[in-house]
Every structure is written in C-alpha cells, then in structure tokens.
C-alpha cells in the first residue's frame, strides 16, 4: 500500500520558537495532503487541506498565520508551527490521498510536539 | 457527509470475530462508507470501505444493509494487535473529500 512518512516522529521546543514537520508520500504522488491534529484522549481534528501549487485551505478556527503549510511538491508538504506555545502541545498527523476513483488517504505516523 | 453513530467501546476475545456497528441513516446515494483504524499514538490506517456491496479484503469484510443505514465491520479473527480506535465515516467522493472523524469505537481485544 501507500507510504507516507512524517518527521520528526517527536520534537520537543521551548514556547516561542518555530517548528516544521514534514510529511511525504514515498511511493506516490499526491496533489492532496491534510494536516490533523489530536489531543490526549480525543479524535482527529482537520486543521487544513494541502493542495500542490496553491495556498492551503484551512478549517474554521484554524488560525493560519500561526501553522503555516506550504505544499511546494507532489511528494512533500510541511507545517510550521510559528511561536509555539504549550498549548499547541499535540500529535500532529497528516494524510495523502490516492487520487485514484475511490479516493482513500494514508496517514503518516504521526509528530508528537511538546511545547516547554 | 453524513453523521455516523458508533458504540464507544467493545471487547472481543483473541481469536472470535469482532463485529463493529455503524449506524448512517441520513447517507445519501453517493456516499461511500468508509473504515479507519488507529492504534495508539499512531497515524489512521485504512481499512476497507463500500458504497452498496458487501466488501471484503484481507483485514476486514464490510457488511452495508440493503437501505444503506447502517454497517458492521467484521474482524473475522481478531488478535492482540487489532486493539484500537476504529472510525467509521460517510464520505462523498466526488466533493472536497475531507475525512471528518467521529469518536470511534475503542475495541479491546483480550486473551
């Protein structure tokens, strides 16, 4: 099946500094990557849609000039998290889709950010 | 897409099959029924989806009802490993396609 890697897998930073997380599709190439994010004990949250070329769209509340997603190739997008703050302590997971008739997307494993 | 109702939990002994509930009643006509899984701190994984048939590959079978209400995952031989949060979603394709996870059911599989 599909292969998206993300990375770092775990990233620990002191509140206000910046952080990127990459995510790739390496078997495939994907027009469409999303950005979500997860709290302890809670389900995934879309955060944004990642479209290859053009700005990201991102979901109500999502505040974009604080995670910032560029999609610069068919194979790679990243998410900067600008001035971290511990509340931004999360596990950021993103997803390519196949863009084949049935549409299905793979998830990376997954970015566990602790903001000190 | 439409809502989907899940049990929040269940448990399956290692080895019997788990049968996993998806209530859809609001589905429309060209919304695929779609199956992820997550085990702990890890990315979703793709399991298997249908739109009217019944489905089956090598993880799972998916049973749809006739009037497409509801659905039921079936782990013919559950293990130790298929212990995780499995997410059922209603999606239409041919829109922006944006996976919108519910709660899920948190199965336990035991020995």
């Known amino acids: 099946g599909a292969v998206v890697s993300q990375h770092p897998s775990r990233v620990i930073c002191k509140s206000g500094t910046s952080v990127k997380i990459e995510c790739r599709s390496l078997d495939f190439q994907a027009t469409t990557m999303f950005w979500y994010r997860q709290f302890p004990k809670q389900s995934l949250m879309l955060m944004a849609t990642?479209?290859?070329?053009?700005?990201?769209?991102?979901e109500q509340g999502v505040e974009k000039d604080k995670f910032l997603i560029n999609h610069a190739s068919l194979t790679l997008s990243t998410l900067t998290v600008t001035s971290a703050h511990p509340e931004d302590s999360s596990f950021y997971i993103c997803?390519?889709?196949?863009?084949?008739?049935?549409?299905?997307?793979?998830f990376g494993p997954g970015t566990r950010l602790t903001v000190t | 897409d439409a809502k989907t109702t899940q049990p929040p939990s269940m448990d399956c002994a290692e080895g019997r099959a788990a049968n996993l509930p998806c209530n859809h009643s609001t589905i429309s006509g060209n919304e695929y029924v779609y199956w992820y899984r997550q085990i702990h701190s890890q990315g979703p994984q793709y399991i298997i989806h249908g739109l009217k048939n019944n489905e089956t590959n090598e993880m799972a079978s998916l049973i749809i009802t006739e009037d497409r209400k509801s659905s039921t995952l079936i782990l013919p031989h559950a293990t130790l490993r298929d212990t995780a949060v499995y997410y059922c979603i209603a999606l239409n394709t041919g829109t922006a396609s944006k996976l919108t996870f519910g709660t899920g059911t948190r199965l336990q599989v035991t020995l």
């Open positions: 990642s479209n290859e070329g053009s700005k990201a769209t991102y």
């Open positions: 997803s390519a889709r196949v863009p084949r008739s049935s549409y299905e997307q793979y």
